[in-house]
């Protein structure tokens, strides 16, 4: 039986941990915004050429997205934990977790959210220095219900994201290097996740199959919802099938991790 306690004192020392790198987080943060600016000189061009707008979506709305975007991953989007992960396998370090009565993967969750937290009061500054210049932009919901269900799904796109990282991480187990992998698997949820664009842009067929991929809800669909452009039904549907891909990579990660420490135990690790 898992013990909270012990896995807040993870967290404690997880926020200590992450202090000592607070400048690298801010410059991350600092240079991680620069995109934005040619993204902005981008869609204007494209909105100035079209002469009009774009599904539902003007230069201000898109402006307003990509706000989001980025404060969103700097919420949810786990930094360097997967690279940790493997580090942990390949050096054998996960051989002091097998003897003591600790479980990994709560152990890492409690190193994320940490992680999580000190990123987000590090870079808050530099993000709210930039909503503010752009306050014109935004327009915050008028509904309870957008905000409460944005902050669910948020919360559900973070558990995601970090699932799916701790299973890639667990190839480590059989492989060596495991860049390739991540930098697959990270191409799709860049391209599928909304990061490059609102993936309510694409014709309705595509959209139809995207929503049945994890990629749709680690990032656009809080974002979605927020924006009031996922409501009612279709808002609640959404949540069912994002809470549906939350137990799923749950459950592979937890798969992985069996698997994983039975090859390393048989290759004497």
């Not at 097998?98 to 409690?110: D, F, G, H, M, Q």
């Not at 990032?219 to 039904?233: D, H, N, T, V």
Request: aromatic share 20%; with cysteine.
């Amino acid at each position: 039986m898992m013990k909270p306690a012990k896995y807040l004192t993870v967290f404690n020392l997880g926020i200590q941990n992450t202090f000592v790198y607070r400048w690298n987080y801010l410059l991350r943060a600092v240079f991680g915004i620069l995109p934005l600016v040619g993204t902005i000189f981008l869609w204007r061009a494209v909105f100035q050429e079209s002469g009009g707008g774009m599904r539902g979506y003007d230069y201000g709305s898109m402006i307003y997205y990509y706000l989001l975007t980025i404060l969103v991953s700097n919420l949810v989007t786990p930094t360097e934990d997967e690279w940790q992960i493997a580090a942990d396998i390949r050096d054998g370090l996960i051989n002091s977790f097998l003897t003591k009565p600790v479980n990994y993967l709560a152990y890492r969750t409690s190193i994320f959210l940490s992680g999580r937290l000190v990123y987000t009061v590090v870079t808050i500054l530099p993000i709210a220095i930039i909503f503010f210049y752009f306050r014109h932009f935004i327009v915050l919901p008028n509904e309870a219900s957008n905000w409460i269900c944005a902050l669910v799904s948020l919360v559900m796109s973070a558990f995601i994201q970090f699932f799916l990282t701790y299973t890639l991480s667990m190839f480590a187990f059989w492989i060596l290097e495991i860049s390739t992998i991540i930098f697959i698997v990270y191409s799709f949820e860049y391209f599928l996740g909304g990061q490059m664009f609102p993936l309510d842009i694409m014709p309705p067929a595509i959209q139809a199959v995207m929503k049945w991929l994890p990629f749709y809800y680690e990032l656009f669909c809080p974002i979605a919802i927020f924006q009031g452009r996922l409501r009612g039904g279709e808002m609640y549907g959404a949540l069912a099938i994002q809470a549906g891909w939350m137990l799923a990579m749950w459950a592979a990660a937890n798969f992985m991790w069996k698997r994983g420490l039975g090859h390393y135990q048989a290759v004497g690790g």
